[in-house]
């Protein structure tokens, strides 16, 4: 199976899954050190995969951690517009949450991604997702609002 990852034109088309861990009043959140900005973890969904299979996989690749059917919920699926890099881009970006306890395995500081060098974990707290510059921006507001639904970014 390959990514959902095309590109069409001068467009890159993606197909994405993305989890929202939160512990209380804080997000898990991916850093890459070679970029301004921070993601939920998560990653692209391959051919024959549903968005929950391939969040699964992913999470599993990253984290070694197991989500379960019945702890992950889809919040929303968000249409997101942007360029990076000098590439446009249009994705659909599946977003699923699950709610820990501090109890968890995932809560700790230092979850390092297992499937990219360099990549890290922290958690954040919600009223500091800007400061973080989490993207797609509307994930910070549903974050805090868990307000969840559709959207469309340009």
Same mark, same amino acid.
């Given at each position: 199976m390959k990514d959902v990852s095309i590109m069409i034109e001068d467009v890159k088309f993606n197909l994405r899954a993305g989890l929202m861990i939160e512990c209380e009043d804080e997000i898990l959140v991916e850093v890459n050190p070679e970029i301004d900005f921070v993601t939920l973890p998560g990653g692209r969904i391959k051919t024959m995969e549903s968005a929950k299979e391939g969040l699964q996989r992913e999470i599993y690749e990253e984290l070694k951690y197991t989500v379960k059917d019945e702890e992950c919920t889809l919040r929303g699926i968000i249409e997101n517009f942007f360029e990076y890099e000098n590439k446009k881009y249009h994705e659909i970006y599946f977003l699923y949450k699950i709610k820990i !306890? *501090? /109890?968890?395995? =995932?809560? /700790? !500081? $230092?979850?390092v991604n297992q499937d990219s060098t360099n990549h890290y974990y922290k958690w954040v707290k919600k009223n500091n997702l800007t400061e973080e510059n989490l993207l797609p921006e509307i994930v910070r507001t549903w974050a805090k609002t !868990?307000?969840? !639904? $559709?959207?469309? =970014? *340009?």
């Open positions: !306890d *501090k /109890n968890h395995i =995932l809560y /700790n !500081d $230092s979850l !868990d307000g969840f !639904d $559709s959207a469309v =970014l *340009k």
